[in-house]
């Protein structure tokens, strides 16, 4: 990685810990758990594959990091998504259900984004 800068790795910590006050180690971490994060929204994913997924040598060093960034486990997490999804969808939903009642009740007069 270090190379791709044209950097030593001891310069790409060093400025990593002053941009991101991180070492390289933990922006690989954060980096990881987030990678694993987007495996959660898939329903058919296993541990095994969500670690090979976003990098980690393990299963379990995936759930120790995930668990240690996140304050939750990833199927915890995976629940919270879901059940943020479905009130995210529920509020669209009745959106556009007022937008059609409008739309049907004035369908005679021009219809703006105001109205």
Do not use: W
Request: charged share 20%; proline share 3%; glycine share 2%.
């Amino acid at each position: 990685m270090a190379e791709s800068f044209q950097l030593s790795p001891l310069q790409l910590n060093r400025e990593l810990r002053r941009v991101c006050l991180e070492s390289f180690r933990a922006v690989l971490r954060h980096t990881q758990v987030c990678n694993a994060c987007t495996c959660l929204l898939r329903s058919n994913v296993t541990g095994t594959m969500m670690a090979k997924f976003a990098g980690f040598k393990s299963e379990s060093a995936l759930y120790r990091d995930f668990l240690k960034l996140r304050c939750t486990t990833p199927q915890q997490y995976r629940q919270k998504i879901l059940q943020n999804e479905t009130s995210i969808r529920n509020l669209i939903i009745g959106q556009l259900s007022e937008i059609q009642v409008h739309v049907i009740e004035n369908f005679q007069s021009p219809i703006t984004c105001d109205s």
